[in-house]
T-cell receptor
C-alpha cells in the first residue's frame, strides 16, 4: 500500500518569506508527483507536477524531487497571504493518485 | 479547454434517503473519472474510478455505488444515506492517454442529518 506523509501543520510564515512544504512517500517505484493547493471550502487545484529528480520552477513555486531519499518538496518564494491554503502532495499509481493529508499553510501579513 | 461540472453544489439530506450526484466533463474524450470524499479535517478518500463506459472500480466497501452511463458522465449514488456519508464529494478527471495529472470539479458538500 502506497503511503504519502505530510506534516499537517499549520505552518506559519511571514509575508515575503519562503515557505517550505515537505512530503515523504513509501513506494520507491513511484514516478510522478503532484502538488495541489486547496483553499478552505474549495476543491483541490493542481499547481505543480514533477517527474525527474531535481528542481522544477514555475513562477514563485519550485518543486524538488529526491527519489533516492523518497521525498518531494514545494517551495513558495515571496509568500503572500493569498497562498494561505492546504497543500496536498500526491503520487501516481497505475490509474489513480495517492494523496497525503495535506499541510496547512498560513502566511502572516 | 476542458471543464468539469458537478451538481448540486450543496445538499442536505435525511438519514435513509437516496442520493444521486452527477459529474460531467467537457472538452475531452475517454477520460478516466474519479469520485473522492473528503470528510471534515481529513484527507481525500478515493471511492470509485472508471477507465471507460460501464467500467467501475471500487476502492472502499460502503453503501455507495457509481455508474458511468456515458463517456463523460459519472454518477455517484446511494439507496440509503448514513450519517457517516456526510462530506465533500469531489469528481476528478484525467486524460485517458498522456498526462497523469488529475483535475477536480468544484465539489458537492453533502450533509446528512
Amino acid at each position: 500500500q502506497k503511503e504519502v506523509e505530510q506534516n499537517s501543520g499549520p505552518l506559519s510564515v511571514p509575508e515575503g518569506a519562503i515557505a517550505s512544504l515537505n512530503c515523504t512517500y513509501s513506494d520507491r517505484g513511484s514516478q510522478s508527483f503532484f502538488w495541489y493547493r486547496q483553499y478552505s471550502g474549495k476543491s483541490p487545484e493542481l499547481i505543480m507536477f514533477i517527474y525527474s529528480n531535481g528542481d522544477k520552477e514555475d513562477g514563485r513555486f519550485t518543486a524538488q524531487l529526491n527519489k533516492a531519499s523518497q521525498y518531494v518538496s514545494l517551495l513558495i518564494r515571496d509568500s503572500q497571504p493569498s497562498d494561505s491554503a492546504t497543500y496536498l502532495c500526491a503520487l501516481d499509481g497505475s490509474y489513480q493518485l495517492t494523496f497525503g493529508k495535506g499541510t496547512k499553510l498560513s502566511v502572516i501579513p | 479547454s476542458q471543464t468539469i461540472h458537478q451538481w448540486p453544489a450543496t445538499l442536505v439530506q435525511p438519514v435513509g434517503s437516496p442520493l444521486s450526484l452527477e459529474c460531467t466533463v467537457e472538452g475531452t474524450s475517454n477520460p478516466n473519472l474519479y469520485w473522492y470524499r473528503q470528510a471534515a479535517g481529513r484527507g481525500l478518500q478515493l471511492l470509485f474510478y472508471s477507465v471507460g463506459i460501464g467500467q467501475i472500480s471500487s476502492e472502499v466497501p460502503q453503501n455507495l455505488s457509481a455508474s458511468r452511463p456515458q463517456d463523460r458522465q459519472f454518477i455517484l449514488s446511494s439507496k440509503k444515506l448514513l450519517l457517516s456519508d456526510s462530506g465533500f464529494y469531489l469528481c476528478a478527471w484525467r486524460p485517458g492517454t498522456g498526462g497523469n495529472e488529475q483535475f477536480f470539479g468544484p465539489g458537492t458538500r453533502l450533509t446528512v442529518l
